[in-house]
């Protein structure tokens, strides 16, 4: 149990295009999700916390209107990157927590984006 | 100074050595101690859970916690070469917001 996924897994897009990337909880519901950075050899840096049919909450430096973030359901996240740029390319996660007492996060394989 | 301080390694160790890996941090806040396994391009996976100070044991892994010293450890009996991956601790005080650690890549040899 406890499964999230994501997709695509891999992406390659050019400069100034933008970029969907959908998290899912496969077999239980997520009232909120998390969106991760992870840059190489580094740590996993929170970019938002989004809560089913409300607004995204943002960490301090994360620009919201490049990191678009709609949770529209309680299975479903996703995370647009708009107009990319090569410093965009990154390893972005998702992690899902389904429960109201644990501090348990679900987390997703990841997506390799790279920006050309 | 970041919140949570974490060696990168590598730690490489034989088949079979004790591995110790630590944390330190500085917000008394935290309340809430986990690591996570990450393999290579893979998202990071739950090992151990604690609350507050103590320790816990699962297999082959024990996890302590001592908040008055702002340190964490996980320990690891009878490594395997499968243990190879990378180790994160990650820190909460609640309201679901983990803070990572760097990640620490442990290498085990056959």
């Known amino acids: 149990g406890a499964v999230v996924s994501q997709h695509p897994s891999r992406v390659i897009c050019k400069s100034g295009t933008s970029v969907k990337i959908e998290c899912r909880s496969l077999?239980?519901?997520?009232?909120?999700m998390f969106w991760y950075r992870q840059f190489p050899k580094q740590s996993l840096m929170l970019m938002a916390t989004?809560?089913?049919?409300?607004?995204?909450?943002?960490e301090q430096g994360v620009e919201k209107d490049k990191f678009l973030i709609n949770h529209a359901s309680l299975t479903l996240s996703t995370l647009t990157v708009t107009s990319a740029h090569p410093e965009d390319s990154s390893f972005y996660i998702c992690?899902?927590?389904?429960?109201?007492?644990?501090?348990?996060?679900?987390f997703g394989p990841g997506t390799r984006l790279t920006v050309t | 100074q970041k919140e949570v301080e974490q060696d990168p390694g590598p730690l490489s160790v034989p088949e079979g050595a004790i591995v110790s890996l630590n944390c330190t941090y500085s917000?008394?806040?935290?309340?809430?101690f986990m690591w996570y396994r990450q393999y290579s391009r893979k998202g990071p996976e739950l090992l151990m859970y604690?609350?507050?100070?103590g320790n816990k044991e699962d297999g082959r892994f024990t996890a302590q916690v001592d908040k008055s010293s702002k340190y964490i450890s996980l320990f690891i009996r009878d490594s395997q070469p499968s243990d190879s991956a990378t180790y994160l601790c990650?820190?909460?005080?609640?309201?679901?917001?983990?803070?990572f650690g760097t990640g620490t890549r442990l290498l085990v040899s056959p």
């Open positions: 992690s899902a927590d389904g429960t109201s007492d644990s501090y348990e996060q679900y």
């Open positions: 077999d239980f519901q997520a009232t909120t």
């Open positions: 989004s809560n089913e049919g409300s607004k995204a909450t943002y």
């Open positions: 917000n008394s806040a935290f309340q809430y």
């Open positions: 604690t609350y507050s100070s």
């Open positions: 990650a820190l909460s005080g609640g309201f679901q917001k983990l803070v």
